[in-house]
């Protein structure tokens, strides 16, 4: 049977994914993408089993096995009296009790992995420079029109299109919702630090979490183990401005004054901070005839569970799963697709938000979160998520 035509607007981890994930069944892909090169920021990803198996699946393993790094547990401790609070096992016993590896990576890297496959698909054309303005269903095909970089406007037809275009994305537009997302209260600060530059204490093969009222601190090794990834997360009352934009140590320090020296030591180490602000949105619809949203685009998470980009993943396969062979009925396929989805990223995004009231309790509830941990144990911390971790692709 021949494949489908799609074209998926955004070419971030969960467009590039998608497109590779289309193009191995046999379909034609464009993948449209508004800036005109692929720099990545600076900055960490943590991979779940429930993304690893999927990224394994489709061939990756060995170009990711180069840079990932696979901590062997989470440590938690206190913010401000630096003690450990409790565990959370990885490694091993993640890959043995979920089959897939927990990886961290640095997103340029995971990033250059999954282009280089998509480049060396002869089924994929990538447009740079595109700047998708609407999308427009019909029965028998959808349309897309975009702006170009020097100004022209272009348009295209597909069988299928998907908007994997973030959290602005325009795309959803197309399905019928035409809010904005609103601040959620919370600006994240991300930089990187050379491992030997890191306080001995904090440089070991596993992932530091910090708790306190105030915001969490989350840092991790990257980059073949060669740099360690510090997440900041600041409560806040208003966004910063623009999308990632600079941030001054003497600020975050600032707001974690009352930090355990190591911490403070580890977060005067960065030569520049970017800060970014985190937006909600709330998931309405997922598909709407031929048009489907994955990833951001689709339902922005907290990143305080590490399953935003492992979502987009998990949509891409998902996708990939119910499109293969070329179905005949598309709008039937994608209605498919929102129902597989729509619980799970649902009570995902839920579970992000609860997790930060976890993280940032006040005194009272703190000290019975911290009694709680301990006495659950590592294995029994990640049990938690087996129905996250466990995710498989519908067959
Ligand atoms: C601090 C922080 C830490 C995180 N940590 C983790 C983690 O450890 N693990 C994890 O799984 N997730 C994590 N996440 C979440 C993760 O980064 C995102 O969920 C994920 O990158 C979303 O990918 P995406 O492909 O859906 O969207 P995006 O990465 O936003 O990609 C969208 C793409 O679409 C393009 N685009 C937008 N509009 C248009 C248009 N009109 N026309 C054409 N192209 C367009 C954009 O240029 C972009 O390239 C974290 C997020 C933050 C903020």
């Avoid at 990711?64 to 490694?91: D, F, H, K, Q, Y």
């Avoid at 640095?106 to 990538?126: G, K, M, N, P």
């Avoid at 100004?151 to 908007?163: P, Y």
Wanted: charged share 20%; glycine share 10%.
């Amino acid at each position: 049977m021949p494949g489908l035509s799609i074209a998926i607007v955004g070419a971030g981890i969960g467009g590039l994914t998608a497109a590779l994930t289309f193009a191995r069944q046999g379909h034609s892909v464009t993948l449209i993408e508004r800036r005109t090169g692929f720099s990545e920021v600076g900055a960490g990803l943590q991979l779940s089993p429930n993304a690893s198996r999927i990224l394994i699946r489709l061939g990756l393993a060995p170009a990711l096995r180069r840079v990932v790094t696979a901590p062997e547990r989470v440590l938690v401790r206190g913010i401000a009296s630096g003690r450990p609070i409790g565990e959370i096992a990885l490694g091993a016993y993640m890959q043995q009790r979920y089959g897939a590896p927990y990886w961290v990576v640095h997103r340029a890297d995971l990033q250059t992995i999954l282009l280089d496959a998509v480049r060396s698909e002869a089924s994929i054309r990538i447009m740079t420079g595109r700047k998708v303005e609407t999308v427009r269903d019909a029965p028998d095909q959808a349309e897309l029109v975009w702006t170009s970089s020097n100004g022209s406007r272009e348009s295209l037809t597909a069988d299928v299109v998907i908007g994997a275009d973030g959290v602005w994305s325009r795309v959803r537009h197309a399905i019928g919702d035409t809010s904005l997302p609103t601040f959620h209260g919370y600006v994240a600060w991300r930089a990187t630090v050379e491992r030997k530059f890191v306080p001995q204490e904090l440089a070991g093969n596993e992932t530091g979490l910090w708790l306190g009222a105030k915001g969490h601190v989350v840092h991790y090794p990257i980059f073949s183990g060669n740099l360690v990834n510090v997440v900041a997360i600041e409560r806040a009352r208003e966004p910063a401005d623009g999308w990632s934009a600079p941030g001054r140590a003497e600020d975050l320090l600032a707001h974690y004054g009352g930090a355990a020296p190591a911490l403070r030591e580890l977060l005067g180490k960065p030569r520049e901070w970017l800060r970014w602000s985190l937006f909600r949105h709330p998931i309405k619809n997922l598909a709407r005839g031929r048009i489907a949203l994955l990833g951001d685009a689709a339902h922005p998470v907290l990143p305080f569970l590490a399953q935003g980009a492992a979502l987009a993943i998990e949509d891409a396969a998902t996708l990939g799963s119910l499109l293969e062979g070329g179905p005949q009925d598309v709008a039937q396929a994608l209605a498919a697709y929102e129902r597989h989805r729509f619980e799970r990223v649902t009570r995902i995004q839920a579970e992000g938000r609860r997790n930060g009231r976890i993280y940032h309790s006040g005194a009272l509830v703190a000290f019975g979160r911290d009694k709680i941990m301990r006495w659950i144990g590592p294995e029994r911390m990640s049990n938690r998520y087996d129905w996250i971790y466990g995710f498989r692709t519908p067959e």
